[in-house]
């Protein structure tokens, strides 16, 4: 006796329809038949309340894509953009370990988990990082960002943007968009769309932080600076934006300063004239993150997901925590590494060590000048334990010292001396690499904010049990979007600082992904 699918039982189809990926193919499923059309409808919603349910209660797993060499690859980067269009995953910019930054545009089929370059067409944006990238009717909208010049003329400070661009998904084109009035070049904001309008907040502008809100009108392209009440969140970087409705949003976290980052939140009530600022009672702070800045957050339902370094992974005798040796050494503190306090530090970065980079091409490196190879003994060793743009690899710092001291009239013994610390490097290299391995990984933390836009305006940190190896290691400067039934995080930077380690102050240890990371609930056993 033959049978067809449409033989079996609802409940055997949708469990059927349930282990299809939930982006076009099971979108395409509805198309079959009304039966198939109501049978796949019932799944989505039932995939969603699991979601939803899964967040809640913290039961969420991660699973790494493994990279294939043979297709087409987006190169490593932080500090990109990236938001979700139907069934794809868009990226835009970002930077190297280098500063080197890049104005391209990737698109990842979430389908197939497959990365495909644009080649688009119109007035491209500059090379830049921490721009804000967002969806409204079939565009992206680009604002804002940062990135260093090319390497000549020497000594040129860092350039911050607020340039406006559209990107058109349908015809693939880069629109510039020029106004009358807009906000002053700002990197490191916060963006979410209300209605027709695109509303920023905060970010790093020209010498000082900000904490003021500027509106876009999407429709008429018009700029203006919205008026707030006397009561408001500090200035501000680094932080995260979540919409809640055409009238609400909510600020959380962000840094005010070098080594002062902030761990509250606040709620913009946005009707009428004066909007209206309003800070979030925040509720079990003891499971709240270390840190809650440059780490994007993610709306899920009525949770916010926000990943960061599990606190029971931090040790006191872990080799991220070393630097209790290496203090009394110094002639200055050692910071937070702040990746965007780089106005500190111009003229510090060796601009032999900067690449150039035009749409995403890379340059090659210069090694003409070497002047700034030694740098004085006199000198701080601060600007290395927080410059981002630093990249003191084995091959950029340990190499290239030992072929200026060859190329001079040293003796032979000085050559074996040269040899013998570039053995002791790459032991600390490995013994380093051996400590990650065990070391500190993303773990997820949710914030419940069912009850933020109640007259309480409270928020609750959820207890969770964390996975010790559960995630990647620790970065920053990723990106997380919510897709379906699943969050995608994508890149970012470690920066453990081997300035940590004693007799090996000139090394610094930073790396960049283009991994790609999903969390999602575990399987339903049933559709019940």
Known sequence: MECKIDDLPDVLLEYILSLIPPYKDLQE???VSKKWFHITKNVIQLNKKHFHKSVANGLLLWSTWPSTHWMPTIGKRHSHSACIYKNSMYVFGGCTATCTAFNDLWRLDLDTRTWVRLITMGSYPSPKACATMLYYKKSFILFGGWSFPAPYPLLQQWKLYNELHVYSIESNKWVAINTLESPPPTSAHSASIHKNYMVVFGGMCSGYRSNNVWCLNLDSYNWHKQDTSNLKPQPRYGQSQIELGD?????LGGCTGPNVTMTDAWLLNMEGTVWTWSKVNMHNTEWAPTRLWSHQACKVGNYIIVLSVNKCQRKPNDTNISLKKVT????????TYDPFHLHERQGNVSQNEREVNVNGRHGSF??????NAHPSPHAPSLTKSITLCHDNSLSMAAFR???IRYGSNSNRQRQLESIRRMEERIKTIEQLNMAKKSGSTLST???DITNVLCDECTA????????????PDQRILHSLVAGRGE????????KEGLTSVVNNPDMDDSKVYNDLHFISPPRRNSLV
């Open 401 to 403: 010292d030992e072929q």
């Open 29 to 31: 499923c509805k198309l």
């Open 366 to 371: 210069s090694r003409a000048t070497v002047q």
């Open 460 to 471: 609750s940190w959820i207890p969770l049990k964390h996975n010790n190896h559960s995630g």
């Open 247 to 251: 009238n609400h949003l909510l600020v």
């Open 328 to 335: 009394c050494q110094r002639t200055t503190p050692s910071r």
């Open 445 to 447: 933390f949710v914030l």
């Open 487 to 494: 969050l995608i995080v994508f890149g970012g930077i470690r």
